[in-house]
């Protein structure tokens, strides 16, 4: 099944403001609007990797300028040099990894949460094999300086100071979150159980600290390294203490946000509604996502990261939860005046995403839910937007009556598709297999496009919308994947 909406809401929104100057005017200052911002986003996003870099190569830098050139002089030197090299270089990828994860305002409101921990992986792969190289090269050049074996040198070095034995301990629990998040590895245990060996990477991080001080001459007090590293610590430290602990503590403790009503939403879903003290102080707006924690005895240690499917006001939010297995399900059942802790808001599903005056917004299941919220919080001339829905079945076009009527107000022209895919590859139903983005909104190549849903659904409207000439840059989807 699928129908095409254009009410007459849609026609009437047109005609408020017509065809002529005015509508042309309203186009003009969204699109500068629009294009300002991504400006001022791929600025910041370019700051940031530039700063990631500049770190890196000023702990080179420094290196070199503290006598580093003269290991150079013999063959076990320029070993041991290249050692220094890589534990410094990783040991700024640690620190960047770390501030990556820390849910940073600046970083999220730039590139999104998404996006920041796929870079954090990224890094912490980068990290462990540079933690490796940093140790091998070290115990080889100093056995080809002290010219006995590799292994008596770790036996000796072993032996020597408590500090070693930390820094290969860290080691191997480096190695130990490295092979716990890859992905093969990682689906085999509950969210729970990798969560807990995750937290094992702050008790390595612990233990690789003692030893940059007492045996690297670099960190040794009146080295030039010293205040560069100890600041970079204490940056990092700040970032997680502040946005991981702190903030969340006061956000929870300053909005007193409760549970007002849980209404059913389709036959497996729920809207959970909420009360709070100015709520506005949150900066939240229509597709953020935020951490939930129900503070009851059996939710209270489980986040749920939920987007909004509402637009909030400064006293009430909303999220629409399906029941996807027992995480969930528990929340289907929900008592109004339970306590609720939340962390956010975060990603960039969001009205400040947007680069250009056309907006394609596409939802699939329970991903219509941050659709419907960014359909009520953004803004276009009427004409100008496109909402596609996507369900298998009628009873997973959850909130459709709420997109139908925010489209008849706005002027967005509504399609909803329904009933199996048209393959594996395509992401449309079979009703309308061979048609493409452009059939739906022909002028895709020029807007922005925001997509949530199944993440094989979303990598086939992806790849759709890239062939029909939308750049990388202007889709915008939100991935929980932990």
Not at 17 to 33: E, N, V, Y
Not at 114 to 141: E, P, Q
Not at 250 to 257: E, I, S
Request: proline residues 4%.
């Amino acid at each position: 099944m699928s129908t095409r909406t254009d009410n007459p809401g849609a026609r009437t929104a047109a005609a408020t403001i017509g065809a002529g100057p005015k509508r042309r005017q309203w186009a003009l200052q969204l699109a500068t609007r629009y294009a300002d911002q991504g400006r001022a986003r791929a600025f910041r996003r370019d700051g940031l990797i530039a700063g990631g870099w500049t770190l890196a190569a000023s702990s080179i830098a420094l290196f070199l300028a503290d006598h580093g050139q003269t290991y150079f002089t013999t063959l076990g030197g320029a070993v041991t040099a290249g050692g220094i090299v890589a534990g410094l270089v990783a040991t700024v990828a640690m620190c960047l990894m770390l501030m990556l994860s820390a849910r940073v305002p600046f970083i999220d409101r730039t590139i999104g949460q998404d996006r920041a921990l796929s870079l954090h992986a990224k890094l912490g792969k980068s990290m462990v094999f540079g933690l490796l190289a940093h140790g091998v090269l070290l115990i080889v050049g100093y056995a080809i300086t002290a010219a006995v074996n590799p292994i008596a040198m770790f036996a000796q070095l072993w032996a020597s100071t408590f500090d070693f034995v930390l820094a290969c301990l860290a080691i191997v629990g480096f190695g130990a979150v490295g092979v716990s998040s890859m992905m093969a590895v990682r689906k085999k245990y509950p969210y729970e159980a990798w969560y807990a060996i995750h937290l094992l990477s702050y008790v390595a991080i612990a233990a690789s600290l003692p030893h940059q001080f007492s045996m690297s001459g670099m960190l040794a007090a009146g080295t030039i390294g010293r205040p560069f590293w100890i600041a970079l610590w204490l940056a990092t430290a700040f970032c997680l203490l502040t946005f991981r602990v702190f903030l969340p503590l006061f956000t929870t403790l300053g909005h007193g946000l409760r549970v007002s009503r849980v209404v059913r939403e389709g036959a497996d879903a729920v809207n959970i509604e909420f009360t709070g003290r100015h709520l506005e102080r949150l900066g939240a707006k229509g597709g953020h996502w935020l951490n939930w924690r129900f503070l009851t005895p059996e939710l209270a240690l489980q986040p749920h990261p939920f987007s909004l499917s509402a637009d909030p006001t400064n006293t009430t939010m909303r999220v629409t939860v399906r029941n996807l297995g027992a995480g969930t399900a528990r929340l289907m059942n929900l008592k109004p005046g339970t306590r609720v802790a939340v962390e956010g808001p975060y990603g960039m599903f969001t009205d400040e995403a947007r680069t250009r005056g056309r907006v394609v917004l596409a939802g699939a299941g329970i991903g219509i839910a941050p659709v419907r919220a960014l359909l009520e919080s953004t803004s276009f001339v009427p004409g100008d937007a496109v909402v596609i829905l996507r369900a298998s079945t009628p009873g997973e076009l959850y909130l459709l009556d709420e997109v139908r009527t925010l489209c008849a107000a706005k002027g967005a022209t509504l399609y909803v598709l329904v009933g199996r895919r048209a393959g594996d590859d395509a992401w449309v139903d079979a009703a309308h297999a061979g048609l493409h983005l452009t059939d739906f909104a022909p002028w895709a190549s020029e807007a922005d496009v925001f997509l949530c849903g199944p993440n094989p659904w979303m990598d086939a409207f992806v790849a759709d919308a890239e062939a029909c000439g939308v750049p990388a840059g202007r889709i915008h989807d939100e991935r929980f994947d932990w």
